[in-house]
Each structure stands twice: as C-alpha cells, then as structure tokens.
C-alpha cells in the first residue's frame, strides 16, 4: 500500500482559492497514474481530475474545467491539486488515489489505493 496523505482542506469563500497536496510513502506511486475524486453529502463518489504517470496526460470533470490545476511531483512523490475560482457546489470531502496503471483515468473503478480524504468547505 502506498498510504496517501491529504492536506490542504479547509473552509473557505466563494471565489476564493486552496491547494490541496497529497504525499505518498511509496516512491513507487511514481510509476502510475493518479487522481482526484470527491464526495458531498448523499452523493456518489465523482472524478475531478486525473494525471498519467509522467504528468504529459491530464484530464478534468467538465464541473472543474479552467478552475481547477492537478499536477504531481514525482521526486517528492507528492500529487497537487489547485483550486481556485471556488464555488459552494465545490464543498466535498477530496480524496486523492493512485491508478492501476499509469494512464490518467476518469474511472473510480481504476484506482485501487486511495487516501482518507480531505474536507473542502465554501461558504458563500
């Protein structure tokens, strides 16, 4: 297991912006792809954003599309998430998870490691 740690959450305002980090205890995470996904309250786990594992391939939900930045650090084994232009509909627990292979993937169903999330909060 690669053991992901989140970090950055919090609550913030409208319009406002947050980066959440994810670091990885395993160097080998660095060979796969990895994503974000998110969950709200009474709703499904949903894909955010996703990066192959060289970082040349990235892909975002059309929800978060010119807001929201991933990226990772494969000499710190650490995977980013900025977040600016926040809004209410943004406020979800983030959960960041490591794919199966190294391709950057929308689907929850290709990721098999996944951290205990971070709590995103925007207030109006």
């Known amino acids: 297991q690669a053991q992901l740690t989140e970090s950055g959450g919090g609550l913030v305002q409208a319009g406002g912006s947050r980066r959440l980090s994810c670091a990885a205890s395993?160097?080998?995470?660095?060979?796969?792809?990895m994503g974000w996904f998110r969950q709200a309250p009474g709703k499904e786990r949903e894909f955010v954003a996703a990066?192959?594992?060289?970082?040349?391939?990235?892909t975002y939900a059309d929800s978060v599309k010119g807001r929201f930045t991933i990226s990772r650090d494969n000499a710190k084994i650490t995977l980013y998430l900025q977040m600016d232009s926040l809004k209410p509909e943004d406020t979800a627990v983030y959960y960041c998870?490591?794919?199966?292979?190294?391709?950057?993937?929308?689907?929850?169903?290709?990721?098999?490691?996944w951290g205990q999330g971070t709590q995103v909060t925007v207030s109006s």
């Open positions: 395993r160097r080998t995470v660095s060979s796969y792809g």
């Open positions: 998870a490591v794919g199966r292979g190294t391709i950057s993937s929308r689907d929850l169903f290709d990721y098999d490691e």
């Open positions: 990066i192959s594992a060289s970082g040349g391939y990235i």
